[in-house]
């Protein structure tokens, strides 16, 4: 905005501890008192922590700790006893995000709080400082402050003893990773006093981040110009359903109600993701897989089934999807906020799928084109088996074959022993006639040859089976025989073992062949009775047509059986697991089952009912924006994308300027896939498996088994070069920016990475140099990045989110979030933007929310789905133009409700101040009755009845006023030199009259 109004100067100013407000603190022996005396820590604990002079400056004190125990990656140590009499604190109660909490002792100070604001006690006013004007000293406020040193991050924690009455303070200092080990650090706690609370904070935290991290303050950073402009996000629209057709529908619906948004952000759903094998299959998949294997006896009858079973996992996902959803109502809310798709009855697609078989497909349609596939198959019009099973050689013509190969061997043998009678026939007629003897000799035929005579009839009718009994005769034959002839049988017997021999050769060749043969016809006959049982399978067994929808209703009822199986185990677990205690028995034994015998069904839960377990397998867009008209159902890895058609024709047809696109801070929430061949030459990846600090697990026990410690993450090797191709593919497409999620994971992968401070140095600096080069602008929302690790590394982006996300679901979760995201605005607003999430214009919480939205200073976007909509809402939101009249600070409590509990003490209401170029702004809300319930771990209604209830609004409720009383008049005055826009539309209003 342009303009020069004392207001807009204000908000421009760099805050510094060095400031009248700023009430310094010293160090004296064991205590830490301001300039009057007044003791904000007593009782210092000199032997484990010390002063920091060098960073200890403008009144604030810089305080370090030691550990006990020499080396270790976490250690605890007791600062000292604070007085004060309330306190604000800032917790996680989640992995991701923050929660307000208030007390008056360290014994209920949550674990994980990263932030500490402190009323103190009446005392003492010093002698240059100023009064409230009734002559009364001034309230005091002081923040404590834990601070990240190199790799070791401080938080504060509950005092578990309880022999001093308020509790001592209480400092946890830890790396995150147990081979990270250290002794001290010298700046971990940051110590701080004022008579102003939000300047305190402001400068506070701007010294804290610098120390801890490098984060400049909010008002050093250029904002994004898509701040001014109303927005629409996709995400509880679709969910990762998004696609190019989605994003036209729902902005064709906005259109038709005059509402024109300047702001697109395609959340998650737009990316090319996948899980690990076997996991991208359905159970009925995978145990199809696992009975028809290559060596299966049965394989070519159950091929064309398994390929079935295969087209029609959709029906199983659907029908599974549809039983959670019936039980959904049985199940806690916080359930059904961490798998959306649990109380979602909208199609889910199987992502790599062919469509066909899907539950949204006519069944009809698909049963017909698998019949027409089959029919048109060259073995279904021969009557054989089905085409599946076409490329595979059959029981027939095996068994021919082998008929063949016998028959060549047996034609083979008979001729071998034609050869050799020949030979033995031969052998014999040489004593009948004339011919030449052993010795040369020449035998003649005489009329009388005696014996001789008979030597062919003897080789005529000798059978030669009996051939060699009757050798051993001859002899004693020969003795008998006149001398003339014995020479010659001489002769013929040794002739005769000759044919012997070969006599013995050729009965083993015949049977030989009388084996091969009867091998043949045993051969025939295996299959002559295969194919004869092929054919009564086949009669007897389901038409194709039939085995489809046969398979298909067995997909629905499994599909049915495991939805009832799983929502049967999400009740128990809601019941018995959930609300145990941190470190219970019950805690115990189920992380250790969750590493065992259920991992996993566990790991099979989460790829079918969320995407926690994806990773990405390209930095390019999914098939479902390959066309404009590209919708869920398409496979995503079908055909290339088209995103920048899509994009253009977006900004082009629907006046849209921005459009973000959503990733995760390890490029999604399972990483990068290892050894990505689209990946090549972007990154490698590394599988790691986290485990959560004692810190964090005691604050969300659910970690111990959560997808990432299952399942894995994909850390990058190179998350720099990730990250610029992932922009450069993005601003190559149009689009202008992006929302980074999942960012305070850096921390639980930490925890094998050097500690979460070293891994998030690393991630952060890479994803704010790549914003900063592909992003002119400084186009970035930051998201689910609730842990100092990752907010004080924002050196350059100057948006985040400030609470859990809006759930519509859920109605215990909307008084909650406005209070959380105006009491984390205290603490976050001093280096970031507030965003305070998109919201429903049509839900129940529309109009809350939307009041909310317009004091927040942040940006104001919905999450409408396409025909739901309440337009008289959204058009005291939203200019004709889609620009919005956008406060100018972090919308943050009045002083007078800072330290209440407005959601639990049932009588304080929330009262959040703002400006903007002409006046100031202040919304009142009663949050009363739900709340975020640390031990039950979810959001809580605790009083369904609900209250009036009474406050009195004054200008001194909006800061700059109350400071400075001129202040009013001036931004009077000084209003035409304003945004003309504001003063427009003040005028109006009738703001300016």
């Known amino acids: 905005m342009t303009g020069s109004s004392p207001l807009l100067a204000a908000c421009s100013q760099i805050p510094t501890l060095k400031h009248p407000s700023t009430i310094p603190l010293q160090l004296d022996g064991d205590t830490v008192r301001d300039a009057a005396g007044n003791e904000l820590i007593n009782k210092l604990n000199h032997k484990l922590v010390t002063l920091n002079p060098r960073e200890s400056q403008h009144g604030a004190i810089v305080l370090g700790a030691s550990s006990e125990y020499g080396p270790a990656s976490c250690w605890d140590v007791i600062v000292g006893s604070l007085k004060f009499k309330r306190y604000l604190a800032c917790a996680r109660n989640k992995l991701w995000w923050m929660t307000p909490e208030w007390g008056t002792s360290m014994h209920t100070l949550p674990a994980e709080t990263q932030f500490l604001l402190l009323e103190l006690e009446d005392g003492a006013a010093a002698a240059d400082s100023s009064s409230n004007g009734n002559g009364a000293a001034e309230p005091r406020y002081a923040l404590v402050l834990p601070l990240i040193d190199g790799d070791f991050r401080g938080t504060l924690r509950p005092n578990r003893s309880w022999s001093d009455r308020q509790g001592s303070l209480c400092l946890r200092v830890e790396s995150g990773d147990d081979s990270k080990l250290g002794e001290s650090c010298d700046s971990v706690l940051l110590l701080a006093c004022s008579t102003d609370p939000f300047h305190l904070v402001d400068a506070g935290v701007a010294a804290g981040a610098a120390l801890s991290g490098g984060a400049a303050p909010r008002a050093a950073k250029q904002l994004p110009p898509s701040l001014d402009g109303f927005g629409w996000c996709t995400w509880d629209a679709f969910y990762s359903t998004v696609s190019a057709r989605g994003l036209q529908e729902g902005l064709n619906s906005l259109a038709a109600g005059g509402v024109n948004p300047q702001l697109l952000i395609i959340d998650d ?550 209070g959380a995201c105006a009491f984390n605005s205290v603490y976050l607003g001093a280096i970031i933007q507030p965003d305070w999430d998109m919201f429903q214009s049509a839900h129940p919480a529309g109009v809350l929310h939307g009041m909310a939205r317009a004091v927040s200073g942040g940006a104001v976007y919905v999450s409408d789905k396409p025909g739901l909509h309440d337009f008289s809402l959204l058009r005291k939101l939203v200019l004709p133009d889609g620009s919005v009249l956008r406060a100018l600070l972090p919308g943050r409590p009045t002083r007078d409700c800072l330290f209440s509990d407005v959601m639990r003490d049932k009588k304080t209401l929330l009262k959040v101040w703002n400006v903007n170029p002409v006046v100031g702004v202040v919304g009142v809300f009663n949050l009363q009755g739900s709340s975020w319930d640390r031990t039950k771990r979810k959001f809580h209604q605790h009083d369904k009845r609900g209250q009036q209830l009474e406050t009195v609004v004054t200008p001194a409720d909006v800061e700059p006023f109350r400071l400075q009383p001129a202040a009013a008049a001036a931004a009077s005055d000084g209003a035409d030199n304003g945004s003309s826009r504001w003063a427009g539309a003040a005028a109006a209003a009738g703001v300016a009259a």
């Open 269 to 818: 759903g737009w990316q090319l993701t996948d899980v690990d094998p076997p996991y991208g299959k359905a159970p009925t998949a995978q145990l199809a897989e696992k009975v028809v294997t290559d060596d299966s006896p049965a394989k070519e009858f159950l091929e064309g089934p398994k390929e079935m079973v295969l087209i029609t996992q959709d029906t199983f996902y659907q029908e599974n999807a549809k039983r959670m959803a019936e039980a959904s109502d049985f199940m806690q809310q916080e359930v059904r906020n961490l798998f959306p798709t649990v109380a979602n009855t909208g199609a889910i697609a199987h992502h790599h799928t062919p469509p066909a078989a899907t539950w949204d497909a006519p069944a009809d349609a698909a049963v017909a084109a698998k019949e027409a596939e089959i029919s048109s198959s060259q073995d279904y019009q021969r009557g054989d088996r089905p085409d599946w099973a076409e490329q595979r050689g059959t029981g027939s013509s095996k068994s021919a074959a082998f008929v063949a190969k016998a028959k060549a061997l047996r034609e083979e043998r008979q001729k071998h022993a034609q050869l050799l009678k020949q030979k033995v026939v031969s052998s014999g007629g040489s004593s009948t006639s004339a011919g030449v003897s052993r010795d040369g000799s020449e035998q003649q035929s005489g009329a009388q040859q005696g014996p001789a005579t008979q030597k062919p009839v003897l080789l005529s009718t000798l059978d030669l089976r009996t051939l060699p009994q009757e050798m051993k005769k001859l002899p004693k034959e020969i003795q008998k025989l006149p001398k003339e002839l014995q020479k010659d049988f001489t002769h013929l017997v040794e002739d005769s073992k000759v044919v012997v021999e070969e006599s013995n050769q050729v009965l083993r060749l015949a049977a030989a062949e009388a084996a091969a043969e009867a091998e043949a016809r045993l051969e025939q006959a295996r299959s002559d009775a295969e194919v004869q049982f092929k054919k009564a399978i086949k009669k007897a067994s389901p038409s194709p047509r039939q085995q489809f929808i046969l398979i298909r209703w067995a997909q629905k009822v499994a599909g049915a059986l495991v939805g009832v199986a799983t929502a049967a185990f999400l009740m128990f677990y809601q019941w018995v697991v959930e609300p145990a205690p941190p470190h219970s028995l019950r805690v115990k034994a189920f992380a250790a089952l969750t590493q065992g015998v259920l991992r996993g069904a566990m790991l099979t839960f989460f790829a079918s009912a969320s995407d926690f377990t994806r990773r990405l397998t390209s930095v390019e867009a999914n098939a479902k924006f390959s066309r404009l008209d590209a919708g869920p159902e398409e496979d995503w890895e079908a055909v290339p994308a088209d995103f920048r058609r899509v994009v253009l024709s977006i900004k082009q047809n629907y006046n849209v300027r921005y459009v973000y696109c959503w990733h995760g801070l390890p490029a999604y929430w399972g990483g990068v896939m290892p050894d990505t061949p689209t990946l090549a030459g972007v990154t490698g990846s590394t599988l790691v498996y986290p485990k959560p600090t004692s810190s964090i697990a005691e604050v969300e026990p659910s970690l111990l088994w959560s997808p990432a410690v299952l399942a894995g993450v994909g850390i990058a090797d190179n998350p720099y070069g990730l990250y610029s191709a992932m922009h450069a593919y993005l601003a190559s497409s149009a689009v202008d920016g992006v929302k980074v999620d999942c960012q305070a994971g850096v921390g639980l992968v930490g925890s094998v990475l050097g500690g979460g401070p070293a891994a998030a140095r690393q991630f952060q600096a890479a994803l704010e140099d790549s914003i900063a080069l592909h992003f002119p602008g400084n186009h970035a929302i930051n998201c689910m990045c609730h842990s100092s690790e990752n907010f004080y590394r924002f050196s350059r982006t100057a948006v985040a989110r400030v609470s859990d996300d809006y759930y519509p679901r859920d109605p215990a979760s909307s008084a909650p979030h406005i």
